[in-house]
């Protein structure tokens, strides 16, 4: 199982940046990736890793962190395996490492945890300048 994030850069105060998920192996070949909860977290710099949205169980629903609701969207192919996350009117704390997690035992309730999470990809950085 991999996951590789990507999309990141440097972007000001109130642009947009749209970062992409690729899951690929065994595991998430034919239908087994809709069988997966794809989340995006973040850490910035002397923090601890935080939940940013999640993509529920064949794209059944979303969830965003109050942070970001209303300016980011998740959303997943899954015929092409990947997830998506679009970031408008990103703000400087924003401004952290983007990682994406996958896992298909996960239950609602813990999708915010990421201890719950089995396979993380190496993440992307996103810096908003002021």
């Known amino acids: 199982v991999q996951l590789q994030a990507s999309g990141g850069g440097l972007v000001q105060t109130g642009g947009s940046l749209r970062l992409s998920c690729a899951a690929s192996?065994?595991?998430?070949?034919?239908?087994?990736?809709?069988?997966?909860?794809i989340s995006w977290f973040r850490q910035a710099p002397g923090k601890e890793r935080e939940f940013v949205a999640s993509s529920r169980r064949r794209g059944s629903g979303t969830d965003y962190a109050g942070s970001v609701k209303g300016r980011f969207t998740i959303s997943r192919d899954n015929a092409k395996n990947t997830v998506s996350l679009q970031m408008n009117s990103l703000k400087p704390e924003d401004t952290a490492v983007y990682y994406c997690?996958?896992?298909?035992?996960?239950?609602?309730?813990?999708?915010?945890?990421?201890?719950?999470?089995?396979?993380w990809g190496p993440g992307t950085l996103v810096t908003v300048s002021s």
């Open positions: 192996g065994r595991s998430f070949s034919g239908r087994g990736f809709g069988t997966y909860v």
């Open positions: 997690a996958a896992d298909s035992s996960i239950i609602l309730s813990s999708t915010a945890n990421p201890a719950a999470y089995d396979y």
